[in-house]
């Protein structure tokens, strides 16, 4: 190969890594958008804002206060084993420690979630289920808006709620661009729901093939499942799809670690640092939240148990300089 085909060559694979690194970099600015929609929002820790959150006990009548702390101790042990890396040097060892960060930030947000779901006598180990609620409690407002954020509607036809869109919010959208604003945050975080959404409708069409191919509604004129859904038949899927919430994106987040999609932030040009950083502060903001929705629930003096019968600091900072301050 001569110099001319040489450069000509590595042209092209540079040209071709760089496009298989652009989801992952649309990922990465994704994230770094919830992130700064929740630490611009100055209201974020003041929980007295939220009505719900002013009414809160205990509505499990059996309630067990160590299924809570049981809970707790894993989903803080967990974020622990997530904040262990924060002091790493190598961006190369955050790169290839995603396999673990992603589903470490998914669990640790489930397991607190859960258990201010065991206080209030609605906890199940379903994941669909305790997502359902969550967007639930989204849609009725019972969390602070910073995180207060949701898509709903069918087959091209979806709405967004908790955030300032214009309708073609979405119309020359370049999710490669930095973040410096309120308003590009939010369009990130719009277009994050919408694929998430139709992520979810896609995943939903492939695991219910079989059950599909018995409805008319699915079928040909020979009876068969047809290859092409048209709109008619998204919105029977989208129907079955609850409201789209930012517990979906970290779930979906969790999906991407396995290998192949891993494999594509490989060849992402990202700072893998900050992607932890701003993980784990999204992480921490929505344990924040479900701790001091359990404490207020069980009060104080059981809250406190819990706490100090844990060895780490990372929940004790959060129960020491936000929730005893609310």
Not at 51 to 75: E, M, Q, S, T
Not at 150 to 167: Q, T, V, W
Not at 251 to 260: D, E, T
């Amino acid at each position: 190969m001569n110099r001319r085909d040489q450069t000509l060559f590595l042209i092209g694979k540079n040209e071709e890594e760089y496009k298989k690194s652009i989801p992952s970099r649309v990922f990465f600015n994704h994230f770094n958008a919830i992130n700064y929609h929740i630490i611009n929002d100055k209201d974020r820790y003041n929980l007295k804002l939220v009505n719900f959150y002013n009414n809160i006990k205990v509505k499990n009548p059996v309630l067990k206060i160590d299924d809570c702390r049981k809970l707790l101790w894993n989903a803080w042990s967990t974020e622990c084993a997530f904040n262990m890396a924060s002091d790493a040097e190598s961006d190369d060892f955050y790169k290839f420690a995603l396999h673990w960060h992603f589903p470490q930030a998914y669990y640790s947000v489930y397991l607190t979630m859960t258990a201010f779901h065991e206080s209030q006598g609605i906890a199940n180990d379903n994941h669909e289920k305790s997502i359902k609620l969550f967007g639930n409690s989204i849609k009725d407002s019972h969390y602070p808006n910073a995180i207060s954020f949701y898509a709903n509607g069918e087959h091209k036809d979806f709405k967004y709620f908790g955030l300032n869109l214009k309708k073609d919010f979405d119309k020359g959208f370049n999710g490669l661009k930095s973040i410096d604003s309120f308003d590009k945050a939010e369009i990130q975080i719009g277009v994050f729901l919408k694929s998430t959404r139709k992520e979810n409708a896609l995943n939903k069409r492939k695991r219910g093939e079989k059950e599909h191919s018995k409805r008319k509604e699915f079928q040909n004129s020979n009876g068969d499942l047809v290859k092409s859904f048209s709109k008619k038949h998204w919105d029977i899927i989208y129907k079955t799809i609850p409201e789209t919430t930012l517990l979906n994106i970290l779930y979906r987040l969790r999906l991407k670690a396995n290998y192949r999609d891993i494999e594509t932030f490989m060849n992402a040009d990202i700072n893998f640092k900050q992607f932890h950083t701003c993980l784990g502060e999204i992480v921490s903001y929505l344990n924040f939240v479900h701790e001091a929705y359990l404490h207020k629930a069980i009060g104080n003096l059981e809250y406190k148990k819990i706490v100090d019968g844990f060895k780490g600091e990372y929940h004790k900072e959060r129960y020491r300089n936000l929730i005893l301050d609310i």
